[in-house]
């Protein structure tokens, strides 16, 4: 008896689960205008294919919200604005810009931030540390225009081409497989190509995502030229009438010139064939101010359309988002908050200071 009281109880649960995995279903914001593509002859042999079954709605827990996802960075600096903002002194502020930067807000950056609340508070004659957080949300939020671009952009007539760069091990398969989810879900089909030829488990990597969302992939052997996986994939997504071909590429050290060089060669391969609607930079929120210097590099090299903010979820520093605004003026388009199929978030600025700060 006691068995069959588990058992109803297991099958409620599971039921529930798959309840909330199909009923939630939350949004990378797309700018769309396409039609279908004609239909081409399938791709010759040298490229392997490999299409997986439908997607199978995930069984998972209800998820937390962003603010708790944001939960240490949120600590970090609620923590230390109630003790840096008692007192209107030069220590005061003095505390305050470096809680800026152990943030990784980066120090102008933090140093003009505490400038403009410092005459803000003074001009309002604000005293009490919550009309101080709102003052100080405010200018965070301004580092952020408002006209950025950051919904991913779609290609007028398939397939739509997003190429995904960055460091070793920074997330881009993981945000990959998310987007491939995402995608999916709207009904779009998705083509992976594994232009990771470097790392021999790379391409099972991209094919295990495939098999949970549904896409195919296309990749040669292992050593295979990178630029090579991409022109075959988008010859073979446009000839399958694919809607989304999203490009993996190995991880790389924005330092190492021949890498680098590489990269740019596999972009301006894929443009032979056409534009690329999007080359995302995925940069791991906890390698704080270097995510400065990868952005740079890789913006030189490859033409960054937007970033991928990942790992937030396990940082106490998310100012970085800030810096590479303010600096280099490439909008953060998502942000990665956990390992699993629906842990990316679009950016949206406001939400972002909030959970910061509140
Ligand atoms: N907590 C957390 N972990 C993440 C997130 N995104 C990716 N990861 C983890 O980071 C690790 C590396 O992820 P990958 O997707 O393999 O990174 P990659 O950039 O493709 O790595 P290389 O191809 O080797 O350069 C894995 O353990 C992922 O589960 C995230 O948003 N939050
Ligand atoms: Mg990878």
Redo the contacts with the bound molecule.
Sequence with gaps: MPETIVVIAVLAVVLLALGVGLARRRPVPPREAESRAEERPAPEAATAVETAPAPVAPIEEERPSLRERLRKSRKFLSDRLADVLGADDDETWEDLEAVLIQADLGPEVAAQIVQDVRSGARERRVRDVEELRVLLADELLSLFPAERERTLSFAAEPPSVWLVV????????????KLAADLAGRGRSVSLAAA?TF?AA?DE?LSIWAERTGATVVKHQPGADPGAVAFDARASARARGIDVLIV?T??RLHTKTPLMDELAKVRRVLEKEGDVHETLL?I?ATAGQNGLVQAREFADAAGVTGIVL?????TAKGGIALTIERTLGIPIKL?????GLE??EPFDPKTFVEALLS
């Excluded at 960055?166 to 497989?177: A, E, F, Q, R, S």
């Excluded at 942000?335 to 390992?339: A, K, P, R, T």
Aim: hydrophobic share 25%; aromatic share 0%.
């Design positions: 960055g460091v070793n091990g920074t997330g881009k398969t993981t945000t990959i497989g990771d790392r790379a990597q993996d190995a991880g995925v791991d990942t790992k937030l979820d396990g942000i990665g908050v956990g390992e842990d990316l």
